[in-house]
């Protein structure tokens, strides 16, 4: 009796042994439609873990056979720009930052002219920085305190810049120098029963060689909800075609076809 307990005993622990194998093999590859996929890394990217990340680098930037991530160095955040083949380091960037934490936000990648623009920060710390991604070499610093979104058209960008005031602007930003403009705010007043600031954002588009704006209002109804705007401009006059038109959240893209615009987030057509 003791012989087929131990038979037993021994039976099932080599079923189970070759089960965690046959898991940990698994754990490794998978098979798709007859192909084995290796799952194992090639190389990884090291960095001070002691450090935290709040950033929205998407989460990285690929251009060529080159990817730029975030990394850390002596509890100092920054990008390195790597091969994406061999992981080999070609530039790297360090910021200093408030406290523990890099803040990489409001980000526009343009590949084609090999530049980098991103907002870096905490609120009262932030600054906005263009780079060049092949030599990563800083082309210009701007002081701004922006968030909410970097979007451009042309030789310019629009952002939303953080105030102390009743409302956050817009600014307008030139590409090539960094040289920055007031360029508008809401006059959308508070909610009635909550007396707190509002936010814009301006969403470029181009109409029969013309730019316009889509410009989205935030309206804070109370700490934890907000009502949402929308007014239509001519980014050149400033003239606003459309004033204060309620829409269900924000809007993140604007498209336009055949004389109709669609902003997306949530799909509607405005005609």
């Not at 090291?46 to 991530?69: C, E, G, M």
């Not at 005031?165 to 920055?180: A, F, L, P, W």
Request: hydrophobic letters at 35%.
């Amino acid at each position: 009796m003791k012989r087929i307990f131990l038979f037993l005993i021994c039976g099932f622990l080599v079923f189970t042994t070759s089960c965690l194998k046959e898991e940990s093999e698994k754990s490794k590859n998978c098979i798709e439609n007859g192909v084995i996929v290796c799952l194992d890394p090639i190389w990884k990217v090291r960095h001070d873990t002691a450090n935290i990340a709040l950033s929205i680098l998407k989460p990285y930037f690929q251009f060529d056979d080159k990817v730029i991530v975030e990394t850390y160095k002596n509890k100092i955040g920054g990008i390195r720009c790597m091969e994406i083949e061999t992981g080999s380091i070609i530039w790297e960037q360090y910021f200093e930052s408030t406290g523990d934490y890099l803040i990489i936000h409001d980000t526009y990648f343009n590949a084609e002219e090999n530049y980098l623009i991103f907002s870096i920060g905490s609120w009262g710390n932030g600054k906005q920085i263009k780079l060049n991604i092949i030599t990563g070499e800083i082309i210009w610093e701007l002081a701004i305190e922006s968030f909410n979104s970097i979007e451009a058209y042309g030789d310019h960008y629009y952002c939303t810049v953080r105030s102390s005031g009743d409302v956050h602007s817009i600014y307008k930003v030139n590409i090539e120098t960094g040289q920055s403009e007031y360029f508008y705010e809401t006059d959308l007043p508070p909610h009635p029963d909550y007396n707190a600031q509002r936010s814009n954002w301006a969403l470029p588009f181009e109409y029969n060689a013309k730019e316009y704006l889509f410009i989205g209002i935030m309206q804070m109804a109370r700490p934890d909800s907000a009502n949402f705007y929308y007014s239509l401009m001519d980014a050149n006059t400033k003239e606003r075609l459309l004033k204060h038109i309620p829409i269900e959240s924000v809007i993140e893209k604007v498209d336009v076809k055949d004389g109709d615009f669609y902003p997306a987030k949530p799909i509607m057509l405005i005609t």
